[in-house]
């Protein structure tokens, strides 16, 4: 394979996975203002975040699905079908993302990690 040939292959290569969608990790957390869940207990902020953390779980899911298949509609039609087919995932992670770091100012600033290890305590 010569030179040209084999930069050509490269080039063509980081173009197909530039076109893949945005993993989950890279996608940035939405501003939220943690104020409208200071109304909440801490029994109800870890139900809330734990619900909130199983929806991302499902979103990212969701995410890395459509990168799988970015990187086979590239290499096999050169077109990223799984961005369009989930293109609404990304801004849903980051709204999640963002709920949950909202929650945990919350629960840190009501001690509700203090609270928690004194229920369990107490439970025993």
Same mark, same amino acid.
Request: charged share 15%; net charge neutral; proline share 3%.
């Given at each position: 394979?010569?030179?040209?040939?084999?930069?050509? +292959?490269?080039? #063509?290569?980081?173009?197909?996975? +530039? #076109?893949? #969608?945005?993993?989950?990790?890279?996608?940035?957390?939405?501003?939220?203002?943690?104020?409208?869940?200071?109304?909440?207990?801490?029994?109800?902020?870890?139900?809330?975040?734990?619900m909130l953390n199983g929806r991302l779980a499902t979103a990212s899911s969701e995410q890395e699905t459509a990168r799988t298949e970015d990187?086979?509609?590239?290499?096999?039609?050169?077109?990223?079908?799984? +961005? #369009?087919?989930?293109?609404?995932t990304p801004w849903q992670i980051s709204d999640l993302k963002g709920r949950v770091v909202a929650v945990e100012r919350v629960e840190t600033s009501d001690s509700c990690t203090g609270q928690r290890e004194a229920s369990a305590t107490t439970q025993l």
């Amino acid at each position: 394979m010569s030179v040209s040939l084999r930069g050509l +292959s490269v080039a #063509a290569l980081a173009v197909i996975l +530039s #076109a893949c #969608a945005t993993s989950p990790e890279n996608i940035k957390a939405a501003n939220y203002n943690s104020s409208v869940y200071a109304y909440l207990t801490c029994p109800q902020l870890a139900q809330y975040k734990a619900m909130l953390n199983g929806r991302l779980a499902t979103a990212s899911s969701e995410q890395e699905t459509a990168r799988t298949e970015d990187a086979i509609g590239d290499v096999a039609l050169g077109i990223p079908f799984g +961005s #369009a087919s989930y293109k609404w995932t990304p801004w849903q992670i980051s709204d999640l993302k963002g709920r949950v770091v909202a929650v945990e100012r919350v629960e840190t600033s009501d001690s509700c990690t203090g609270q928690r290890e004194a229920s369990a305590t107490t439970q025993l």
